[in-house]
């Protein structure tokens, strides 16, 4: 992960986005106060997806067992 100071990333925010939206690597931005992560929104709402997920009871039991389960054993029915 990419680390750059304040002062830098306000200089180079919309280089900044471009590359994270790009490459998909977060940026840790330091400052004097704290620092932050720069995600880009696709990885933002991949992270959120997955926390919920894994929030649900049994889920990650599901997900694994599901996985697990031959093609010729799963249905080729679309259910809406």
């Known amino acids: 992960m990419r680390t750059i100071n304040s002062t830098l990333?306000?200089?180079s925010i919309y280089?900044?986005?471009?590359?994270?939206?790009?490459?998909s690597e977060p940026i840790t931005i330091t400052g004097k106060r704290g620092n932050a992560v720069l995600v880009s929104e696709d990885d933002w709402r991949a992270i959120q997806e997955t926390l919920f997920l894994v929030s649900i009871p049994n889920m990650r039991e599901s997900i694994i067992a599901g996985?697990?389960?031959?093609?010729?054993?799963?249905?080729?029915k679309i259910v809406w």
């Open 15 to 23: 280089e900044l986005i471009d590359k994270t939206n790009e490459n």
């Open 9 to 11: 990333a306000r200089n």
């Open 67 to 76: 996985m697990k389960e031959p093609i010729s054993k799963c249905s080729n």
